[in-house]
């Protein structure tokens, strides 16, 4: 296939699974408590003080506990903590069979309000590993009537299968638009 420039549009990004303000969780632990897990899924991004950036859900134990696929940050057990569970949008899957490349993107705020955007990279080639995802933008506030832009300055390439992923702490909250070049080899 010969290359070629394509523009991915994803409308109205953003999945909120839940939030909780009732959570507990133990110090420097990955197990989060106490909540109710009933639209949670595994690789949901977890929105709280106590954890890194990029923390996901690794395991749904049972209707009131996840675990977490980092350790919290804190150093006492904490208890009526506010957590937000963001679900992902898959904005992009590269081809099976070529390569693609990330030239850049627009991400835009379609509410009133302010939000936050995490985008990532998922790996195909390195699923089953601790590596198989990288934050390309992690929690960038973007005020109401504005967008962020990833620069064209740093292209991305993408390995077949590879997929570019949203998250946004409100739902239906921005508007992704990304520049592909497609059948790269």
Do not use: W
Not at 50 to 61: D, Q, S, V
Not at 144 to 158: D, M, R, Y
Not at 160 to 166: C, P, R
């Amino acid at each position: 296939m010969a290359e070629a420039f394509t523009n991915k549009l994803v409308r109205a990004a953003g999945i909120v699974s839940t939030t909780d303000s009732t959570a507990a969780i133990g110090a420097n632990a990955t197990a989060i408590t106490n909540i109710q897990t009933a639209n949670l899924h595994v690789g949901d991004l977890v929105v709280n003080q106590n954890f890194r950036a990029g923390a996901k859900i690794r395991e749904i134990t049972n209707s009131t506990a996840v675990v977490v696929d980092r350790a919290s940050t804190n150093t006492s057990a904490t208890t009526s903590q506010i957590v937000k569970f963001l679900g992902v949008t898959t904005a992009f899957t590269s081809s099976g069979t070529e390569k693609s490349i990330l030239i850049g993107g627009t991400f835009a705020n379609l509410t009133e309000n302010d939000i936050n955007v995490s985008v990532e990279i998922f790996d195909n080639s390195a699923v089953g590993t601790a590596n198989s995802t990288s934050l390309l933008a992690s929690d960038i506030p973007i005020p109401s009537g504005s967008s962020f832009v990833i620069s064209e300055a740093g292209k991305t390439v993408l390995e077949a299968n590879d997929q570019i992923t949203v998250y946004c702490d409100t739902a239906n909250a921005v508007d992704v638009t990304l520049a592909i070049l497609s059948g790269v080899s």
